[in-house]
């Protein structure tokens, strides 16, 4: 059996990375419901977006705005992220920002080993909105939350959880694999303790693709 343990600070680094690297930026343009990137879907909740632009298309442009915090639990991994989602509007041809919705969200994570890579899923626990900026008056932003929330569920938090399927490599001995690995979180630290396998004739082919 081996051990690996990873402390919290690996992985606020990693995303730290991602976030100065301007990886963190996802546009919006398609939803399971596509009534909600038309003007017409919020006529009732910012009546001034829909009599300003009565039935055009919009995209949501989404930026995380600082560093996400990471910190391991007894639990799992929570992270608290802060981002911003700029309503823009499509209008022949012109993309027009109209407003931003900054947005708090307190989230934990789940490790899991996928081959010799660590990775995770995300959860959604909380969320708070706030109006950062407008063209368009001002929004009941307690009544925007609602769609800000199918929004996270719908497709932000998948997006992620996509992402985040990819995993990290870990250490590993050429030829063998993690077996039967267990996860340990002791604050600030995760521990990972597995058996190793080795890979076998996949392995050895990898190594000599031309021997016949």
Partial sequence: MIKV??????????????????????????????????????????????????????????????????????????????????????????????????????????AEIVGNNIAGRLRLQNLSTYLKWSKIGKLRVHLIQSLMSSVLKTVIIPYLNFQLKRGVMLPYIDGFGFQNTTILYTPPWIALCSDVSFIGDYYLNQQSPFVS
């Fill in 5 to 110: 343990s990873l402390h919290e600070y690996v992985i606020q680094s990693a995303s730290l990375v991602y976030f100065n690297a301007g990886k963190m930026q996802l546009i919006i343009d398609e939803l399971p419901d596509q009534d909600i990137l038309n003007t017409a879907e919020w006529r009732f909740i910012v009546p001034q977006l829909y009599k300003q632009y009565p039935n055009n298309n919009m995209q949501l442009d989404i930026s995380v705005s600082s560093p996400p915090v990471i910190q391991v639990t007894y639990q799992d991994i929570g992270a608290t992220i802060s981002i911003d989602i700029t309503i823009d509007v499509l209008k022949g041809g012109e993309v027009i920002p109209v407003a931003c919705i900054s947005v708090d969200i307190s989230a934990s994570c789940a």
